[in-house]
C-alpha cells in the first residue's frame, strides 16, 4: 500500500487502499489537524491500531508516538508539552493497568486545570463480561468510572459512528472554562473498524478558536477605579502569562507594586523594580509586607485560581477581601473569589490591550521608577565581567544564600543555577523540598523587564495543586520537546526521583538535554521537616543513600556528583546544554536546612486546632 500526506487536508492517506483507513487512523489526521506532534503514552495490545497509526504517521513527519516507562509519566509528559505549546496535550494507554497508571498524572492535570486528550483502549466489545484479559469494561475493572472523578468529560465510545462527535465534544470541553483533562476509552474494535476515508469531516481546530468576549461595563469599572486608586498592587498568576508585557506597561504606568503568586512566579523578572515577591506558599515576607501596606487602597489580581498556594493559604486579611479587583478568563476561577470588589471577565491580553489604549499614548513615556533596576558587578567563570542585578525583596535566610560550606546549603544551590545556566532556561520544580527552595530563592537573570513577552515564556513552573511526587521529571521531557533549543532544568528530590526517574531514559532515546538536578538529602524531606516543624513523631522519612549518578550513567545519561558550590562552577555548561541528551546532577545538599514552608505549617496547625 502506498502511503502520502495530504497536507491540506492534514491527513495521511493511502493512495491505493482508502478501504484500509480505521477510526485509529482519523484520530491521528485529527491531531494532526490541530498541529499535535507527539503522543505520548504505552503500547499494548488492546491500543495496537493507534500505534499502527502513528507509525504510518511519523513515516510522513505527522503526529508520533513518545515511549514513556510508566503511564503516569506520558501523562506527565503531555502537561509539560501542553503547557509550553498550548496545544492541547495527547497521551494514552491500553486496557487494564494501563490505563489504571494514567489515572495520577490525570488528576495531576485536572487540578491544576491543564487540557488533555485521554486515550485509553477496552477489549472488544463481545468480550464485555466475559473475564477477557485487562477486561476493564462497566462488568470489569471500571475504568471509566475511575475516570469520572478527574476528568471534564469522560465517555466509552461504543459505535464507530458515535467517534467524531465525541472526539469533538471532549476536545472542546477540554479547553472550556475550567479547563482540564477528557477521557475516550475505546474499545479494540472500534480502533480498528474500516472507515471510508482518513479525512477529518470537521474543522476542529476551527471550533478550538475562541472569540475574543469582553465584559465592558465591569472593564469601565476598572478604569475608574484605576483613574482614582491612590496604590495599586497587581497579584499575577500563571493564567496572566498571554498579557504579560501589557501588564508590566499598565503596572509601569500607575507605579503599581508587582506580586506573583507561586505559579505566576516565571512570568516577571524577580528583578523588575517594581517587583516585591512572591506570596503564597514559600514566598516572601516583603509581598506580605507590601499588601499589609495601610495606604493601599486597590489588589488586582490577574489570572489567579486562589487555591490554598496562590492565596497565602486563604489570606482573608490581605487578600480575599473586599479591596480586591479579580482579572480572569476562566470564570471558574470566581469561584475562589466571590467576596471581591469587582470581577473583569474576558481575554486578559484584550483586557489590558484596552488599558493600554485608554490611559498610555503611543509617544508615552513612563519611566521604570523605584529606583530603576541598578545592578552590581560579577563575573562569569572566565573571569569576565557580568552585571547582577539588585532584588527589591528579602530572602528568609540570606546567610545561607552566600554560604561556600559543604555540604552545599539549598539556598546557596538555587542562587548558582541562574549564574551557571543561560537567562533562557526553563525551570521546572518537583513536589516537595524542590519547588519550597526554587519558589523563595530561584531568581533567574530574566533581563525581559518590560516589552512583549512569548505567551509561553514562563521561566518557572512548579507541580502545584495535586503535587504528584515526580511530576517534573515527565513534565521536564514533554517541555524539552515544545523548547527545542533552549534548556530544560527539572529540580527534583531524591524521593521523587526514586518514584519516577526511570523517565530519565526517554530524554536518551530522545535525545534531549535536559538537565535533571537531585536534591539528595537521603530522606523525604518535606515530611521529614514538616514532621519536626509540628512536633510530630519522626517516622518513615529516611531513604537509604543512593548513588544517582551511577544510576544514571547506567541508563545512558551523563551525571556528576555535586558536594559543593566549587564543584558545581567547574562544570562545562556549555558543553552540558548541547550535547544530545540528559544530564543528572547528583547534589549532596545540608541534610538540616530548613525549606521556607511556613505558610503550609500554619495551615496544617489551623486545621488541627479546628
Request: charged content about 15%; hydrophobic content about 35%; some cysteine.
Amino acid at each position: 500500500m502506498e502511503e502520502i500526506l495530504d497536507r491540506k487536508k492534514n491527513t495521511v492517506l493511502a493512495k491505493t487502499s482508502p478501504s484500509l483507513f480505521t477510526i485509529s487512523d482519523l484520530l491521528v489526521s485529527y491531531l494532526d489537524q490541530l498541529g499535535i506532534k507527539y503522543v505520548f503514552g504505552i503500547p499494548g495490545g488492546a491500543i495496537e491500531p493507534l500505534y499502527n497509526a502513528l507509525a504510518v504517521s511519523e513515516r510522513h513527519n505527522g503526529p508520533r508516538a513518545i515511549v514513556a516507562r510508566h503511564e503516569s509519566g506520558a501523562a506527565f509528559m503531555a502537561s509539560g508539552y501542553t503547557h509550553d505549546t498550548g496545544r492541547i496535550g495527547v497521551c494514552c494507554a491500553t486496557t487494564g493497568p494501563g490505563t489504571t497508571n494514567l489515572i495520577t498524572g490525570v488528576a495531576s492535570a485536572y487540578a491544576n486545570h491543564e487540557p488533555l486528550l485521554v486515550i485509553t483502549a477496552q477489549t472488544s466489545i463481545a468480550n464485555f463480561g466475559k473475564g477477557a484479559f485487562q477486561e476493564s469494561s462497566c462488568t470489569g475493572i471500571n475504568t471509566v468510572g475511575m475516570m469520572e472523578y478527574c476528568t471534564r468529560y469522560n465517555t466509552l465510545v461504543s459505535h464507530a459512528d458515535q467517534f467524531e462527535h465525541k472526539l469533538t465534544t471532549a476536545l472542546m470541553t477540554a479547553l472550556s472554562s475550567p479547563c482540564g483533562p477528557v477521557h475516550l476509552s475505546i474499545p479494540l474494535d472500534i480502533l480498528r473498524t474500516k472507515f471510508t476515508s482518513g479525512v477529518p469531516n470537521y474543522d476542529i481546530a476551527h471550533l478550538l478558536t475562541k472569540p475574543s468576549l469582553l465584559d465592558y461595563s465591569a472593564l469601565d469599572q476598572l478604569c475608574n477605579i484605576l483613574s482614582i486608586s491612590k496604590t495599586t498592587l497587581f497579584v499575577i498568576g500563571e493564567g496572566a502569562s498571554e498579557a504579560i508585557g501589557d501588564i508590566q506597561s499598565i503596572a509601569t504606568h500607575f507605579q503599581a507594586t508587582l506580586l506573583t503568586t507561586p505559579h505566576g512566579k516565571g512570568l516577571i523578572s524577580p528583578y523588575h523594580p517594581l517587583f516585591c515577591g512572591v506570596v503564597g506558599f514559600a514566598g516572601h515576607q516583603c509581598a506580605v509586607d507590601a499588601l499589609e501596606d495601610k495606604n493601599l487602597d486597590t489588589v488586582i489580581s490577574i489570572g489567579t485560581t486562589f487555591g490554598e498556594w496562590g492565596s497565602n493559604g486563604w489570606d482573608k486579611q490581605h487578600l480575599l477581601n473586599s479591596r480586591l479587583i479579580h482579572i480572569d478568563e476562566q470564570e471558574y476561577n470566581f469561584t475562589y473569589s466571590p467576596m471581591a470588589r469587582l470581577h473583569v471577565r474576558g481575554n486578559i491580553s484584550e483586557i489590558f490591550n484596552h488599558l493600554k489604549n485608554n490611559f498610555l499614548t503611543q509617544d508615552s513615556s513612563h519611566p521604570i521608577s523605584r529606583s530603576t533596576a541598578n545592578s552590581n558587578p560579577g563575573s562569569n567563570k572566565d573571569g569576565s565581567c557580568i552585571e547582577i542585578p539588585v532584588r527589591r525583596f528579602s530572602l528568609d535566610d540570606e546567610e545561607s544564600y552566600h554560604s561556600d560550606s559543604s555540604p552545599i546549603k539549598p539556598p546557596r544551590l538555587m542562587r548558582l543555577l541562574p549564574k551557571l545556566f543561560p537567562p533562557n532556561t526553563c525551570y521546572i520544580a518537583d513536589t516537595g523540598n524542590s519547588f519550597t527552595w526554587a519558589t523563595h530563592y530561584l531568581h533567574p537573570y530574566d533581563r525581559r523587564i518590560t516589552g512583549k513577552r512569548n505567551a509561553r515564556g514562563g521561566l518557572f513552573r512548579a507541580c502545584f495543586e495535586f503535587s504528584s511526587m515526580g511530576a517534573a521529571i515527565g513534565c521536564a521531557v514533554g517541555t524539552a520537546l515544545a523548547r527545542k533549543g533552549q534548556p530544560v532544568v527539572c529540580l527534583t528530590g531524591d524521593g521523587s526521583f526514586l518514584m519516577s526517574g526511570q523517565e530519565i531514559t526517554v530524554a536518551v532515546q530522545e535525545k534531549l538535554p535536559v538537565i535533571f538536578i537531585i536534591l539528595n538529602d537521603s530522606c523525604l524531606g518535606m515530611v521529614k521537616h514538616g514532621q519536626r516543624l509540628a512536633g510530630a513523631e519522626s517516622i518513615g522519612t529516611a531513604i537509604p543513600p543512593t548513588d544517582f549518578s551511577a544510576f544514571a550513567q547506567s541508563m545512558g545519561a551523563q551525571a556528576f556528583s555535586i558536594d559543593s558550590p566549587e564543584d558545581l562552577m567547574q562544570l562545562d555548561i556549555d558543553e552540558i546544554i548541547n550535547r544530545p541528551g540528559p544530564t543528572l546532577l547528583d547534589v549532596h545538599i545540608d541534610t538540616e536546612a530548613v525549606p521556607p514552608m511556613g505558610m503550609r505549617m500554619k495551615v496544617l496547625q489551623k486545621d488541627t486546632h479546628q
